[in-house]
């Protein structure tokens, strides 16, 4: 069965403390990892897709890298406005997309 | 519309009533997904249409969930009957093609009491 784990389930950091998000799938037939931000009351907001691994992707204070069973996303120097969750999906060949349970972060100002 | 468009927004129902939520996609976007999302969880997939088509409905919970998409763009999903357990925030998006990224609607928030 494919699953895709997200650690950790929440993450509390002081604004400028870089730290990286894990996600972990277990796919047969990857088509491409997705990563979203997702803010209270919203859908989710579109942030990367990578497709290989050793593939790396970046915006602004993140930047997400994908290996053979897991993608990290990491936040350089985050500010308050970065608080969101982050959910991490997979897309599968022949299949719809497979969400994490996300992870919740919380920048202090 | 620049982007994904569900309605109503919110949506409070009687247990035991049915209720259509509607979800239009990004113009020429093929595939369309529906999605079902609780409190702290991430998204639970439901169905997917690729055009008018439900390539995959494996997601959805039992046969009181439907959904349509007759014409390949706007779909409709269709709760009958509807129960407590049924409340969450249901959530729909489009994509290009296979394989691209899918971009999400705000969501329908379906209150069942």
């Known amino acids: 069965e494919d699953q895709v784990t997200q650690s950790p389930e929440a993450l509390r950091l002081q604004e400028g403390e870089s730290s990286s998000l894990n996600c972990s799938y277990t796919?047969?037939?990857?088509?491409?990892l997705f990563w979203y931000r997702q803010d209270p009351g919203k859908g989710p907001e579109f942030l990367f897709t990578l497709y290989s691994a050793g593939e790396e992707k970046e915006k602004e204070r993140l930047k997400a890298t994908l290996t053979k069973k897991e993608s990290f996303l990491h936040i350089t120097a985050p500010k308050p406005e970065d608080s969101a969750t982050y959910l991490c999906?997979?897309?599968?060949?022949?299949?719809?997309?497979?969400f994490g349970p996300g992870t919740r972060l919380s920048v202090l100002p | 519309g620049a982007g994904v468009s569900q309605t109503p927004s919110n949506k409070v129902t009687e247990k035991g009533k049915y209720v259509e939520l509607r979800c239009d996609p990004i113009s020429g976007h093929t595939a369309l997904y529906w999605y079902r999302q609780s409190l702290g969880q991430g998204p639970e997939f439901l169905i997917y249409?690729?055009?008018?088509?439900?390539?995959?409905d494996s997601g959805l919970p039992n046969d009181r969930f439907f959904a349509v998409r007759p014409e390949g763009s706007v779909s409709t999903l269709k709760i009958q009957r509807t129960e407590r357990g049924d409340s969450a925030v249901y959530l729909c998006?489009?994509?290009?093609?296979?394989?691209?990224?899918?971009?999400f609607g705000q969501g329908t928030r379906l209150t069942v009491v």
């Open positions: 249409f690729q055009g008018t088509g439900a390539a995959d």
């Open positions: 998006a489009s994509s290009s093609g296979i394989g691209t990224e899918a971009f």
């Open positions: 796919v047969s037939g990857l088509r491409g």
């Open positions: 999906a997979v897309h599968v060949y022949g299949q719809n997309f497979v």
